[in-house]
């Protein structure tokens, strides 16, 4: 879980401090945003590549040489002259932490038993919601404070404690099932995975239309300054904290389809709220807190539904929906970026709205499980 705290923070940690970025490196805001684009590219090819790689090597060794490639790769980027170098840092940082996420889920896999692996993989996927609640914010203060190198530095030295300490306790000898051409063609014939690998890409890409930009769109639609902005990404991750928790207790009684559901609603109900109560920051707060109850658990909820749709395939399936995920990373900020370097802020709402519409329709009816 604190693995997974480290990468989410890694990932998602310029939209912390876009501003200082910008100001810092004498770029425009949609090139700092880039660095969230750019890197979730290089994350959606890194995972399934790296999960065929990497698939005969003892998880203890890959998970802990992962966060310390993380680890160096932040404390470098403290030391980065100008955005250039920045960027070739983060792509080659993330090349390699591209791993961690989906390999974590398979290690989880081979640890506990399959009845308790619904509310083990969501505690480990609380790591991504703690990201969010204390990891974005945190840097958005440090990065306010005292400077994005700064930042960085933080975030490199938590990644070092956590690979002292995955190494300390992760147990060593777990191996997967070697990955080769044969499993890839299997994924590739299985139509409920495909599906639900189509529901994570769309859930993703309309969260990121506006979740990149969080801060310069507070700013420009309601006047936020970085008090503001804090708080609101605080609730996100505190709200997608307590949705990770809450999921956790009922995905054994209720099932993987039916929490599904009812996250991704949330997280539909959320942007819907944050798009038609724009210019109002209590309004949009709330609704931000709404839609961060959805967001971590609906993900994780992903990983089950993909574990239990075919468990011979887990490896590669998990691994499958970070690349996704990361794709629709790439394609919500891209056209978030653009949108908001043409001015239409009140759009990004709108387009993040709909995309998510299409993502609940898509887990009410296109995975629909028998019952």
Not at 149 to 168: P, Q
Not at 185 to 192: C, P, S
Not at 194 to 216: D, E
Request: glycine share 12%.
């Amino acid at each position: 879980m604190l693995g997974n705290f480290v990468t989410g923070t890694s990932v998602l940690a310029p939209a912390g401090m876009l501003g200082e970025l910008s100001d810092g490196l004498g770029v425009t805001v949609r090139d700092a945003g880039l660095l969230i684009t750019f890197g979730a590219v290089v994350l959606c090819i890194g995972s399934p590549l790296s999960a065929w790689l990497t698939s005969r090597i003892d998880r203890r060794v890959l998970l802990t040489a992962t966060l310390l490639v993380l680890a160096l790769g932040n404390l470098a980027s403290a030391f980065a002259p100008n955005y250039a170098v920045l960027l070739l840092l983060r792509v080659a940082m993330l090349a390699v932490g591209a791993l961690y996420t989906p390999q974590a889920a398979g290690a989880v896999a081979l640890i506990v038993s399959p009845q308790k692996r619904g509310g083990t993989m969501a505690y480990v996927f609380l790591g991504w919601s703690l990201a969010v609640a204390l990891g974005v914010p945190m840097i958005a203060f440090i990065a306010g404070h005292f400077g994005w190198r700064e930042a960085y530095g933080l975030i490199g030295a938590i990644g070092v404690v956590s690979f002292a300490l995955l190494w300390a306790r992760l147990p060593g000898g777990l191996r997967a099932a070697p990955v080769d051409l044969r499993t890839w063609a299997a994924v590739g014939r299985n139509r409920r995975v495909l599906k639900l690998l189509g529901v994570s890409s769309l859930q993703t890409s309309g969260q990121f239309v506006v979740f990149t930009y969080f801060g310069p769109l507070l700013t420009g639609l309601t006047g936020a300054g970085a008090a503001e902005i804090g708080l609101v990404f605080a609730l996100y991750g505190v709200f997608g904290f307590a949705g990770s928790v809450i999921a956790s207790r009922i995905v054994d009684r209720w099932g993987a389809y039916n929490t599904s559901a009812l996250f991704t609603a949330f997280m539909l109900a959320g942007i819907a709220g944050w798009t038609f109560g724009a210019g109002h920051f209590a309004v949009m707060a709330a609704s931000v807190a709404i839609w961060g109850l959805g967001f971590a658990a609906a993900n994780s909820m992903q990983q089950v539904r993909l574990l239990t749709a075919d468990p011979a395939l887990a490896g590669v399936t998990v691994s499958l929906n970070t690349s996704v995920l990361y794709v629709g990373q790439a394609i919500g900020s891209a056209i978030g970026g653009a949108l908001f370097a043409a001015g239409l802020l009140h759009v990004n709402g709108y387009v993040s709205t709909a995309v998510m519409c299409c993502a609940l329709l898509a887990v009410l009816f296109a995975t629909r499980e028998k019952q």
